[in-house]
């Protein structure tokens, strides 16, 4: 399974530097993949171990869509991302998610 970043007008003042004022920092998650997300985690690249599944019991099956608030306070803009489906593929990427208005799944 392949994943390819969608980035678009992100029309919120943010700066990407690292030493930006903490803000929360919301975007959209789109899984266009055929493959149910069961577990999705993120973090800052310096953190040392994933924090919670964001996801919960929940899922996202193909299609849907959900907004994600990342409001941990944190000053940094570089993000680890790690997608676990239900077949157990696991994707991971890295982002600015200061710079990020929607990050798209797609097989």
Known sequence: MHFRLSMLCLG???SCAT???AQDIQYTLINSSSAVLVEFYTGPVTAPEWGEDLL??????????AMVTIADGQTECA???L?????NT?????????????YELFD
Do not use: R
């Open 56 to 65: 919960g019991a929940d899922v996202l099956v193909p299609g849907e869509s």
């Open 83 to 87: 997608f676990i489906f239900a077949d």
């Open 12 to 14: 919120l003042s943010v």
């Open 90 to 102: 696991e994707l991971s990427d890295t982002v600015d998610i200061c710079e990020l208005a929607s």
């Open 19 to 21: 030493a930006a004022v």
């Open 79 to 81: 993000y680890d991302l």
